[in-house]
């Protein structure tokens, strides 16, 4: 699922012209693991590599955020259910549902 992440970053990250796209593609990789804190470190990263990339600076950080929001999209809905699913045995609804459920239920709590 990392390098799936990585790759489209990559791709998209050096088709929108900002610096150092496979460095930034290998770093969503890796911080891909890191739930949540992974996707909000690569995000300002590249937000902030973007804004040094040259001109249409706007154009960049609007394509980069919407890359990262777009992406953890994909994941959710379409390659979690079909790599882990498959993987588990599980039907894709089944999945998203059980997930779901449990992380309602065993989610954070408010104090």
Known sequence: MAIIQGTIATIV???LGVSSPLVLGLMTAFLDFIPYVGLL?????AVIVAMFSGDPVSAKVIGVIFLFLSEKLLEATVLAPKIIGS?????PVVLILSLMVFGYFLGSQDC
């Open 13 to 15: 990250l050096w088709a």
């Open 41 to 45: 470190t690569s995000l300002v990263v």
């Open 87 to 91: 993987r588990v045995g599980l039907h």
